[in-house]
């Protein structure tokens, strides 16, 4: 069984940071690729960012020269450094995971991220 937990989220004035931490835990081997996704209100989820065990990472436009996304192999946690945030950041949070052997696609519980005006 694994697990997934998030931390990190809150309540930032635009323009401030904020660094998401997503810790996995539990009996696995390694794990393949993680992600950050978010769900704001009323829109569908989107993927964030993403990072492959080899270190690769990728973003949606809307974050590229605001959002970082770093991992540490040695303590199973995927890091998301978020700057220059915008009110439009504001949203749920999850961290995806693909664990080896399994499971893939699982999914932490959310951390709220509100960006006031």
């Known amino acids: 069984q694994v697990q997934l937990v998030e931390s990190g989220g809150g309540l930032v004035q635009a323009g401030g940071s904020l660094r998401l931490s997503c810790a996995a835990s539990?009996?696995?081997?390694?794990?393949?690729?993680m992600a950050w996704y978010r769900r704001a209100p009323g829109k569908q989820r989107e993927l964030v960012a993403g990072?492959?065990?080899?270190?690769?990472?990728h973003y949606a436009d809307s974050v590229k020269g605001r959002f970082a996304i770093s991992r540490d192999t040695y303590v199973n946690t995927v890091y998301l450094q978020m700057n220059s945030l915008k009110p439009e950041d504001t949203a749920v949070y999850y961290c995806?995971?693909?664990?080896?052997?399994?499971?893939?696609?699982?999914w932490g519980q959310g951390t709220q991220v509100t960006v006031s005006s």
């Open positions: 995806k995971a693909d664990f080896i052997p399994a499971p893939s696609d699982f």
């Open positions: 539990g009996t696995f081997f390694s794990i393949n690729y």
């Open positions: 990072i492959t065990s080899a270190g690769s990472t």
